[in-house]
């Protein structure tokens, strides 16, 4: 989680420190933010360290503050998975570059930059391997305009030509390939540009006994098959084939960059504790960034003690990923203040080599010292209610500690107003943090429709009502699907929780921090929105929905009665069900129904806390003595199921005494009534309530 200070500029992780300033310094060998060396953990097998979480727990944050601390003291490659898009080149035909080639090649250029103090990293064998496999078909512009600029880019980021001579390299190199090309009748192919392409590379950028053990290397990886310039055009070759062609050829490339790093990391920098190099990879959930690690981790599995690699890894993964790697190791966050707990205990086995840490969600404390910044006292339930709403999910709580820092210098913030904050650019702090968790924008208004259904079902009920009235119908399954490849189904398991008697039933987005933004936002858009498409409208048609399916959905439909702000008819309702039906039964009835979402407050005022403390009962005189209590009741579980409720003691009291009141006229459920009473106030008293 990143967050920007009111200087400006600066940002500042919390609760990130074991990876930031214990792990990865003693796997690198030196301090986060000084120049001390420290003692090297795993100094001849290193772990490859693997962060998982959900969308905006702050993995990308942690990589971008190892990138400022890190950035030309050690050498340092960063490339992110999910940037990689095999879509820019479709409908092109182009052979000669994979998502694979392209993080390698991003890690490459950025880990031969130079290092003050330090001998520039040279890479003898992924270079002409790079090189050759970035030859074209002749006749194929894209495959060549594509090699053009990744040869100039390998020139200028690997120091391979100096001065002048880097001006229109790219232009240049071709130029001379295309004269050696010259002689050679043939018009198309690629063998003879591959051929044309290494003779250029060695004849340019290698000396004579460097270029012979780089042929010797790829000999001894040909199996013995063709000599060093034959085996390259080889590679070349089944790369341009594609499938598990080009797969082993990635797999022999990985092999040449690791090996190329570890030659410069020899016996004399271990002995001198020389800091080792660092790779940061962003999303390795995509299938290049999974690939790229897979490689590395086998490659490492395939190696002996005494060959060490000195490659620090640090890569990031949306989800957990456990299936997939059976014998990582996991450590915890605070674990890894002291060791980092990793050890191989599978010899060979690829995933042994890997270390996973979840970054937790972000505690009251956290939050405490994050709103420290703010000037004047604020609210003393702020921090408590924004650490139920954000379930310390570190970006949402981050943003939200901006507004209220930034709103608080101007007047007092309360607790309901957190989702109504604005940013210091004036902009709505809901609209930032959706935008953030769920760049489509369209599909983003999609879901905040969606998310007030209860279920799928209720969800295409949405949508086939919005077919009718002539609307873009929603594409329920298209939203679903992205649910569930986000990470964003599988909510938390909350059986056991203080509180969780009053929650109900696992909404259409289950969530549920994102739930509640994409409930305000569908609340905050009803004022704007047009026919059929208010707050009051979608909950009719979830209504409906409810009642076409019968009397067990009878809490759904009250529910959403409630939740269109029409208490009256849902209080008539559970009176009536409580006369003569089962209790324990109605209790659960009572749990959902008080999860409704409150109407936008323009469209209607809270008086929740009034009528649950019985200022209201002048009212309804009409009504029975159970009426009323049942009144009372729902009033106050409705309000205290709000992430920003206080659990005042009268309120919390003041249900377990309806309950206690209820159970002494209800015929057959005295036991269960009664035993409610003594343990929601209690329950309610804790956070979350719902």
Same mark, same amino acid.
């Given at each position: 989680?990143?967050?920007?200070?009111?200087?400006?500029?600066?940002?500042?992780?919390?609760?990130?420190?074991?990876?930031?300033?214990?792990?990865?310094?003693?796997?690198?060998?030196?301090?986060?933010?000084?120049?001390?060396?420290?003692?090297?953990?795993?100094?001849?097998?290193?772990?490859?360290?693997?962060?998982?979480?959900?969308?905006?727990?702050?993995?990308?944050?942690?990589?971008?503050?190892?990138?400022?601390?890190?950035?030309?003291?050690?050498?340092?490659?960063?490339?992110?998975?999910?940037?990689?898009?095999?879509?820019?080149?479709?409908?092109?035909?182009?052979?000669?570059?994979?998502?694979?080639?392209?993080?390698?090649?991003?890690?490459?250029?950025?880990?031969?930059?130079?290092?003050?103090?330090?001998?520039?990293?040279?890479?003898?064998?992924?270079?002409?391997?790079?090189?050759?496999?970035?030859?074209?078909?002749?006749?194929?512009?894209?495959?060549?305009?594509?090699?053009?600029?990744?040869?100039?880019?390998?020139?200028?980021?690997?120091?391979?030509?100096?001065?002048?001579?880097?001006?229109?390299?790219?232009?240049?190199?071709?130029?001379?390939?295309?004269?050696?090309?010259?002689?050679?009748?043939?018009?198309?192919?690629?063998?003879?540009?591959?051929?044309?392409?290494?003779?250029?590379?060695?004849?340019?950028?290698?000396?004579?006994?460097?270029?012979?053990?780089?042929?010797?290397?790829?000999?001894?990886?040909?199996?013995?098959?063709?000599?060093?310039?034959?085996?390259?055009?080889?590679?070349?070759?089944?790369?341009?084939?594609?499938?598990?062609?080009?797969?082993?050829?990635?797999?022999?490339?990985?092999?040449?960059?690791?090996?190329?790093?570890?030659?410069?990391?020899?016996?004399?920098?271990?002995?001198?504790?020389?800091?080792?190099?660092?790779?940061?990879?962003?999303?390795?959930?995509?299938?290049?960034?999974?690939?790229?690690?897979?490689?590395?981790?086998?490659?490492?599995?395939?190696?002996?003690?005494?060959?060490?690699?000195?490659?620090?890894?640090?890569?990031?993964?949306?989800?957990?990923?456990?299936?997939?790697?059976?014998?990582?190791?996991?450590?915890?966050?605070?674990?890894?203040?002291?060791?980092?707990?990793?050890?191989?205990?599978?010899?060979?086995?690829?995933?042994?080599?890997?270390?996973?840490?979840?970054?937790?969600?972000?505690?009251?404390?956290?939050?405490?010292?994050?709103?420290?910044?703010?000037?004047?006292?604020?609210?003393?339930?702020?921090?408590?209610?924004?650490?139920?709403?954000?379930?310390?999910?570190?970006?949402?709580?981050?943003?939200?500690?901006?507004?209220?820092?930034?709103?608080?210098?101007?007047?007092?913030?309360?607790?309901?107003?957190?989702?109504?904050?604005?940013?210091?650019?004036?902009?709505?702090?809901?609209?930032?943090?959706?935008?953030?968790?769920?760049?489509?924008?369209?599909?983003?208004?999609?879901?905040?429709?969606?998310?007030?259904?209860? $279920?799928? &079902? /209720?969800?295409?009920? #949405?949508?086939?009502?919005?077919? *009718?009235?002539? =609307?873009?119908?929603? @594409?329920? +399954?298209?939203?679903?699907?992205?649910?569930?490849?986000?990470?964003?189904?599988?909510?938390?398991?909350?059986?056991?929780?203080?509180?969780?008697?009053?929650?109900?039933?696992?909404?259409?987005?289950?969530?549920?921090?994102?739930?509640?933004?994409?409930?305000?936002?569908?609340?905050?858009?009803?004022?704007?929105?047009?026919?059929?498409?208010?707050?009051?409208?979608?909950?009719?048609?979830?209504?409906?929905?409810?009642?076409?399916?019968?009397?067990?959905?009878?809490?759904?439909?009250?529910?959403?009665?409630?939740?269109?702000?029409?208490?009256?008819?849902?209080?008539?309702?559970?009176?009536?069900?409580?006369? $003569?039906? &089962? /209790?324990?039964?109605? #209790?659960?009835?009572?749990?959902? *129904?008080?999860? =409704?979402?409150?109407? @936008?407050? +323009?469209?209607?005022?809270?008086?929740?806390?009034?009528?649950?403390?019985?200022?209201?009962?002048?009212?309804?005189?009409?009504?029975?003595?159970?009426?009323?209590?049942?009144?009372?009741?729902?009033?106050?579980?409705?309000?205290?199921?709000?992430?920003?409720?206080?659990?005042?003691?009268?309120?919390?009291?003041?249900?377990?005494?309806?309950?206690?009141?209820?159970?002494?006229?209800?015929?057959?459920?005295?036991?269960?009534?009664?035993?409610?009473?003594?343990?929601?106030?209690?329950?309610?008293?804790?956070?979350?309530?719902?």
């Amino acid at each position: 989680m990143r967050e920007h200070t009111e200087e400006g500029g600066a940002m500042r992780l919390y609760a990130r420190d074991p990876i930031l300033r214990a792990l990865v310094p003693r796997l690198l060998g030196l301090a986060y933010d000084k120049r001390n060396l420290v003692a090297q953990e795993h100094r001849d097998d290193l772990p490859v360290v693997l962060l998982t979480g959900r969308h905006g727990m702050g993995k990308t944050a942690v990589l971008d503050a190892l990138e400022t601390a890190y950035r030309g003291r050690v050498p340092l490659g960063r490339a992110d998975s999910a940037e990689v898009d095999p879509a820019r080149w479709a409908g092109f035909a182009v052979s000669n570059t994979s998502p694979v080639l392209e993080l390698l090649e991003q890690l490459v250029c950025e880990l031969a930059a130079v290092v003050p103090g330090t001998s520039r990293l040279r890479f003898p064998r992924l270079l002409p391997g790079l090189f050759a496999i970035s030859s074209w078909h002749r006749g194929n512009e894209h495959e060549q305009r594509l090699a053009r600029d990744r040869i100039a880019r390998l020139i200028a980021a690997c120091g391979l030509e100096k001065g002048d001579e880097r001006t229109d390299t790219g232009m240049d190199w071709m130029s001379d390939v295309s004269e050696r090309l010259a002689d050679t009748d043939q018009q198309y192919g690629l063998e003879p540009v591959a051929a044309a392409v290494i003779q250029q590379y060695f004849s340019r950028h290698t000396r004579t006994r460097a270029g012979r053990a780089v042929r010797e290397w790829y000999h001894e990886r040909s199996a013995g098959t063709a000599d060093g310039e034959a085996a390259l055009i080889r590679l070349s070759l089944r790369f341009h084939q594609g499938g598990a062609f080009r797969h082993a050829v990635e797999r022999l490339l990985t092999s040449a960059l690791i090996e190329d790093v570890s030659d410069a990391y020899g016996r004399w920098q271990r002995m001198n504790r020389t800091p080792k190099p660092l790779i940061l990879l962003d999303n390795v959930h995509t299938a290049a960034g999974r690939r790229v690690l897979d490689l590395i981790l086998e490659h490492r599995a395939g190696r002996g003690s005494d060959d060490p690699d000195p490659l620090v890894v640090v890569a990031t993964r949306l989800g957990g990923g456990a299936d997939l790697y059976p014998d990582a190791s996991h450590s915890e966050l605070p674990e890894l203040s002291v060791a980092s707990g990793w050890e191989r205990t599978a010899p060979g086995s690829p995933s042994a080599g890997l270390l996973t840490v979840p970054l937790a969600p972000l505690s009251l404390d956290d939050l405490l010292m994050m709103l420290d910044r703010a000037e004047g006292p604020l609210h003393r339930r702020l921090p408590s209610a924004l650490h139920t709403l954000a379930r310390g999910h570190p970006l949402g709580s981050g943003l939200l500690c901006d507004a209220i820092v930034h709103t608080n210098a101007q007047r007092p913030v309360l607790p309901e107003d957190l989702l109504d904050l604005c940013t210091a650019e004036g902009r709505s702090v809901t609209e930032r943090l959706l935008a953030q968790l769920i760049p489509p924008p369209q599909l983003r208004d999609h879901l905040a429709l969606l998310s007030l259904a209860r $279920d799928r &079902d /209720a969800a295409e009920a #949405l949508a086939a009502a919005y077919a *009718v009235s002539g =609307a873009d119908p929603l @594409p329920v +399954a298209a939203a679903a699907r992205y649910l569930e490849e986000e990470q964003w189904t599988d909510r938390p398991d909350e059986v056991g929780t203080p509180g969780h008697e009053c929650r109900g039933t696992s909404p259409f987005a289950p969530d549920p921090f994102l739930h509640a933004l994409l409930v305000h936002a569908a609340r905050n858009g009803s004022a704007a929105a047009g026919p059929g498409r208010r707050w009051s409208d979608l909950h009719r048609i979830l209504r409906e929905h409810h009642t076409a399916l019968g009397a067990g959905d009878s809490a759904d439909i009250l529910r959403h009665t409630l939740a269109a702000g029409d208490a009256r008819p849902v209080v008539i309702q559970l009176t009536a069900h409580f006369a $003569d039906g &089962d /209790a324990d039964r109605w #209790l659960r009835t009572l749990r959902h *129904v008080a999860t =409704a979402p409150h109407p @936008p407050r +323009a469209e209607w005022t809270d008086h929740r806390l009034e009528i649950a403390r019985g200022d209201h009962d002048h009212r309804y005189a009409e009504a029975d003595d159970v009426r009323r209590s049942v009144n009372r009741l729902l009033h106050g579980l409705w309000y205290l199921c709000e992430t920003y409720a206080e659990p005042f003691a009268d309120i919390c009291d003041g249900i377990g005494s309806e309950l206690a009141f209820l159970s002494m006229r209800h015929t057959s459920g005295r036991a269960a009534l009664n035993q409610a009473s003594r343990t929601w106030p209690t329950s309610l008293r804790r956070e979350p309530p719902c």
